[in-house]
C-alpha cells in the first residue's frame, strides 16, 4: 500500500512540475529519443483515444501519462481474431 501512495504522489509531483514547467515555455508533451512523453493531467478523452480507439489502427499508441506507449485494446483484439482464424 505504501509503494502505491508513494507512485502516486510521484506522479502527482512531476505532472506538477511539468505544469509549473509549462508556463514558462517548457513543453510538457513531445517526444524524446523518438518515444513519446506527456506529463500533462489525463482526461476521459486522452484516455479512450489511448486505449479504446476502433478508428485508429495503430497497435501502441502515445501514453496518456508519462513515457511510452498504451496497447489500444480494439486493434490488439482485432489481430488476436486475425490470428485465430488463420
Known sequence: MRRIVKAIITVLGIALLFRLLEQRGVKSHGTFLGIPYDFRLPTP?????????????????????GWGYSINVPTLL???RQACLR
Open 45 to 65: 478523452h486522452r484516455l479512450q483515444e489511448a486505449f479504446w480507439n476502433p478508428a485508429d489502427r495503430r497497435l501502441f499508441t502515445p501514453h496518456v501519462f
Open 78 to 80: 482485432r489481430w488476436l
